[in-house]
């Protein structure tokens, strides 16, 4: 079983930069997919960045393309996503997840983090 735990959520200027971790419990962290997903208020949850477990393979969504980058430690079994030039309709709860396939769908990932909440102001 794999536990996560995110953090580095908080509120940011439009334009500014965050980086939020996603720490994993367990064993066998190198053999999992890890993607990051997120949450607006009243949307469905939408893939946002996804990287394979040597990390070799990444893949991120169109509405944040250029604009993040996604990374992983596989001996502090850490992963990250790096977001540059935020904008507003990035606001949303960002939740870290492990799978045990490169995917962009959410329900090929089988744990999930509680969320860490960004917001980005005006």
């Known amino acids: 079983q794999v536990q996560l735990a995110e953090s580095g959520g908080g509120l940011v200027q439009a334009g500014g930069s965050l980086r939020l971790s996603c720490a994993a419990s367990g064993r066998a962290f190198s053999t999992y997919t890890m993607g990051w997903f997120r949450q607006a208020a009243g949307k469905e949850r939408e893939f946002v960045s996804a990287i394979s477990g040597r990390g070799g393979t990444t893949s991120s969504a169109d509405a944040v393309q250029g604009r993040v980058t996604i990374s992983r430690n596989n001996v502090q079994n850490m992963v990250y996503l790096s977001m540059d030039n935020l904008k507003p309709e990035d606001t949303g709860v960002y939740y870290c997840?492990?799978?045990?396939?490169?995917?962009?769908?959410?329900?090929?990932?089988?744990?999930w983090g509680r969320g860490t909440q960004v917001t980005v102001s005006l």
């Open positions: 997840a492990a799978g045990g396939r490169f995917s962009r769908l959410s329900r090929d990932y089988d744990y």
